[in-house]
């Protein structure tokens, strides 16, 4: 089966950074890939669809893009409620495979 | 407003049996495909199941398949995922999610509360 990998496993930053998670798929997946935050406790919430297609709500510090098998994650300023756990999620077919997750603190 | 709402979890012995629900409600829901997905714990997360909303296609994952059966009713909006043959690595707690848009393959755009299973003699 496809793989997704993330980089970095965690990471830490501070208020105001410009912070990038990366996400690679083993096949090609066009842009069927999701961002997800799960804050501590909290249950997932999709940021970004269609690689880079913003979900209605979501701050617009938040910003994807990428296409085939290499995607990215960019939070433009880092705030303090954006500590959490992202994961990537490839939609192309199923298994809809998750990326190992990023934990990111401030 | 869209809420899903998962009930049915508990502990269970190794080889045993369990059947989770997902209450639908604040959409059409017999107009999505409806997925389950779990989060064993201090680990991310894992795509289980999914079910076309015309239940015409149906895919698992390859660490339950042959043991878990996913099912709806869109007369009474709910979705269910039967657990059978348990084993230790099943717990976790089970999210039911819904499709992000209507075409085959979509994003997770909803997800309920969750509910725990834990596989313990």
């Known amino acids: 089966d496809l793989q997704m990998t993330q980089s970095p496993s965690s990471l830490s930053a501070s208020v105001g950074d410009r912070v990038t998670i990366t996400c690679r798929a083993s096949?090609?997946?066009?842009?069927?890939l999701a961002w997800y935050q799960q804050k501590p406790g909290k249950v997932p919430k999709v940021l970004i669809y269609?690689?880079?297609t913003l979900q209605s709500g979501v701050p617009s510090r938040f910003s994807g893009s990428g296409s085939g098998t290499d995607f990215t994650l960019t939070i433009s300023s880092l705030q303090p409620e954006d500590v959490a756990t992202y994961y990537c999620?490839?939609?192309?077919?199923?298994?809809?495979?998750f990326g190992q997750g990023t934990k990111l603190e401030i | 407003q869209v809420q899903l709402v998962e009930s049915g979890g508990g502990v269970v012995q190794p080889g045993g049996s369990l059947r989770l629900s997902c209450a639908a409600s604040?959409?059409?829901?017999?107009?999505?495909?409806m997925h389950w997905v779990r989060q064993a714990p201090g680990k991310g997360l894992e795509w289980v199941a999914l079910?076309?909303?015309?239940?015409?296609?149906?895919y698992y994952t390859d660490s339950v398949r042959g043991r878990f059966t996913i099912s709806r009713d869109n007369s009474q909006n709910t979705l269910s995922l039967e657990l059978k043959n348990l084993r230790p690595e099943d717990t976790a707690l089970y999210y039911c999610?819904?499709?992000?848009?209507?075409?085959?393959?979509?994003?997770?755009?909803?997800w309920g509360q969750g509910t725990q299973v834990t596989v313990s003699s």
């Open positions: 269609g690689a880079s």
């Open positions: 096949q090609g997946i066009s842009n069927y």
């Open positions: 999620q490839k939609y192309n077919s199923a298994p809809y495979t």
């Open positions: 999610a819904r499709n992000g848009g209507h075409s085959r393959w979509s994003w997770l755009d909803t």
């Open positions: 604040g959409f059409i829901f017999d107009t999505y495909t």
């Open positions: 079910l076309s909303h015309d239940e015409l296609y149906e």
